[in-house]
């Protein structure tokens, strides 16, 4: 299913899935956020791909002095920028990670944190190629997904959202190994590590993989 962000889960509906998330699930969001804030920590200008309403933003915007968000929903980042209203930091874009409108190696860290690689739904290559066009040499990547231990709580997760009518209903013959289905066409897979290592790993990167909380694998991408 192209583009579900934009024309099913936006604005107040996406962040309602944060809302309704299990203690379980929101230690799972704060630790990602945690290690992220730790690794980009006195950065000047950061970007985050998939940025959402700001989420992640808002809770990193201390540590940097500048990080711009781009999402392919103009809905969700209306709702983004009143909910970052009160940061002069945080600056907001409509763009598809695939074709990003900025010069290259001009930021010091790439963000794409919480499975975005999947979810997405663009050619993988294409997205890191131009996430590594973007940072400078001595800049880093962070790009994250499930990890296969924290599968229960994820389906748990995202059963919830269907019976709060945020996503369609999960097909339960469909659903199985990292992979969950709905039955309005959202299917949501995840990159393990060895996917991200052969993804990201060239002659200018220096790549290696972390897993955070039993809940995340990071990959975490040096750009030499």
């Known amino acids: 299913m192209t583009d579900y962000y934009s024309q099913s889960l936006y604005g107040k509906k996406l962040k309602r899935v944060y809302d309704i998330a299990s ?15 730790e690794e980009i920590d006195g950065m000047d200008l950061v970007i985050e791909l998939g940025c959402g309403y700001g989420r992640v933003m808002k809770s990193v915007s201390s540590h940097v002095e500048h990080v711009v968000g781009i999402d392919t929903s103009g809905k969700t980042l209306e709702y983004g920028a009143k909910y970052l209203s009160g940061l002069s930091n945080c600056y907001l874009f409509q763009m598809n990670a695939v074709q990003l409108g900025f010069q290259s190696q001009v930021f ?10 999947s979810a997405f739904r663009v050619d993988s290559r294409t997205l890191v190629e131009e996430a590594l066009r973007i940072t400078r040499p001595g800049g880093l990547l962070l790009f994250s997904s499930y990890s296969p231990k924290f599968w229960n709580h ?16 999960i097909d339960e013959n469909r659903t199985k190994e990292g992979v969950i289905v709905c039955k309005d066409g959202l299917r949501l897979t995840f990159v393990g590590e060895k996917q991200f290592t052969k993804l990201f790993t060239s002659e200018k990167t220096r790549v290696s993989t972390v897993e955070v909380d039993e809940s995340s694998i990071f990959c975490r991408v040096e750009v030499l």
């Open 23 to 37: 203690p379980r699930i929101k230690q799972y969001l704060e630790a990602e956020i945690q290690y992220t804030a």
């Open 108 to 117: 010091d860290a790439v963000l794409c944190v919480q499975n975005g690689l």
């Open 154 to 169: 994820r389906l748990e997760w995202f059963h919830l959202q269907a019976e709060e009518g945020l996503i369609g209903e």
